[in-house]
């Protein structure tokens, strides 16, 4: 009896087989190799190398499908594609040595960032190539990546905002919404080297905050990174990208939908609170909740980016800090880049979406944090315009949301 479909025939099904032999066969074999090299003889020798074999790049690089993507963490033609995106950089120009293909550099970065933890160590063995080359490859890749970051993470001109307002609108009915806001945390496996302290987050653990901007495909259209996890959010939209630029940026009345953590202002519509829904007339409160959860019903799209950022680079579920912390920051910044040309080339994370993977994500907002060594009296030296005070800004959104909640539940 037949009980499913498939479209593989024995000669596709024998040497797939076969190639998946050789794969368990080569990883057995580096295994042994590994525990003999940890083992030695007894004599003193180099640390951390491994043998040099390029046998598993081989075999990987022509892998089918699934196999590919399950260890490279996009597509094959993804793959190829992001070859040819980054492979003039000048960083992989070789010098006095020849360097290996671009190719292979950008697999030991996929590796490396594709598994929880970003073991260096594990990536080495797996590859067979030196501890040290691991660090090398991925240091080009990232710089190669973070070169080309403001042709693939920008702002929307206003023609882009048009277009994202004209579908959010068409699904939600908010007019005017070129975007959903929110902060991440990127939780740390253990506490980093300086000023550790500072990372530890409002869930009793190390790690660090971003905070980005999405558009309805879940492609981040600006970031701000290099936040300890102990700062509240609200510092690190006063420090942002958009909001320092927010009077060039937000073209004809648009607006950004984000949650409770957030300050209200004619740039930023957010839910209402408890607290004032305690203080609206009875006959109120029933369609402020129906706002609430409209509102909501959009916002969710930026979580969904972050946990498909997360769910792609698994090590960003549970990051080893790197030595030097602006180097960890860098690789995340390189994997945002990565995120939105996955999108672009219509790739898609290989598993499926787990609630565990944005543990912040509350109504309530997540705490990114202030940037390193900063608190909240740096924030003095920002040029705000004069009438903007906080309560200018306060009545503002207040007033922005009331019309907003008469348009899509009037009274």
Known sequence: MQTGNSDLGHDDFDSQAILLAELLELEAVNWLEFVQDVLGDGKRGRYNQFPKDVDFFTIALRAPDRWFRHLFRVGRDTFDKLIDRISNDPVFVSTKKPQRPVKYQLACFLIRYGQAGSDSLDTAQKLAIGHGTVFLYCTRVSKALRRIKSQVIKFPDEARQQEISDYIESVSGFPGCIGIGDGCVIPFSEKPSVQGETYMTRKKRFGSNFQGTTDHEDSFTSYDIGFAGSIPDVTIWKRSYVWQNRHQLFLNGSYLLMDKGYPSSPWVVRPFDETELSRAPAEDVPRMRRFNKRLSSVRIGVEHAFGRLKRRF??????????????????????????????????????????????????????????????????????????????????QGRMKRLALLELLYPA
């Open 314 to 395: 698994r090590s960003l579920q549970n990051f080893t800090p790197h030595r030097d912390i602006r180097e960890t920051y860098k690789a995340i910044e390189a994997m945002l880049v990565l995120h939105n040309l996955c999108i672009e080339y219509r790739d898609k994370p290989v598993t499926r979406l787990s609630p565990l993977i944005n543990d912040d994500a509350e109504d309530t907002g997540m705490e990114p944090g202030g940037a390193e060594d900063e608190d909240d009296s740096e924030l003095d030296d920002i040029d705000i315009p004069a009438h903007e005070t906080d309560a200018w800004l306060k009545e």
